[in-house]
């Protein structure tokens, strides 16, 4: 079992930066795919980033590429996505996951097992 606890959420400016983190217990990363997803009310959830723990390759979403970087720290078990240049756009429910099968489909939220409880971000223009 895995446990996945998000922070680092909060109001912040259009244009400004927040990094949220993901830390987890129960196990190790070690053959996970750990992703970060979103949902903005009445909107679906939607892939943002992931990052493959064994090999460290990460993967974007069109919509936050350049901006937005996930990063792992394997002694702390934990996963960052800093995110840059933020627009009103931005705007969600941050949510991080884990796949312990480390799948392909990355993108893909039904792929993911363990999902932490998620973190506010609101960007005001």
């Known amino acids: 079992q895995v446990q996945l606890v998000e922070s680092g959420g909060g109001l912040v400016q259009a244009g400004d930066s927040l990094r949220l983190s993901c830390a987890a217990s129960?196990?190790?990363?070690?053959?996970?795919?750990l992703g970060w997803f979103r949902q903005a009310p009445g909107k679906e959830r939607e892939f943002v980033a992931a990052?493959?723990?064994?090999?460290?390759?990460?993967y974007y979403a069109d919509s936050v590429k350049g901006r937005f970087t996930i990063s792992g720290d394997n002694a702390k078990n934990t996963v960052y996505l800093q995110m840059n240049s933020l627009k009103p756009e931005d705007t969600a429910v941050y949510y991080c996951?884990?796949?312990?099968?480390?799948?392909?489909?990355?993108?893909?939220?039904?792929?993911?097992?363990?999902w932490g409880q998620g973190t506010q971000v609101t960007v005001s223009s």
């Open positions: 990052i493959r723990w064994s090999n460290g390759n990460t």
């Open positions: 129960g196990r190790t990363f070690s053959g996970y795919v």
């Open positions: 996951a884990a796949d312990q099968h480390g799948s392909s489909r990355y993108y893909s939220f039904w792929q993911y097992e363990y």
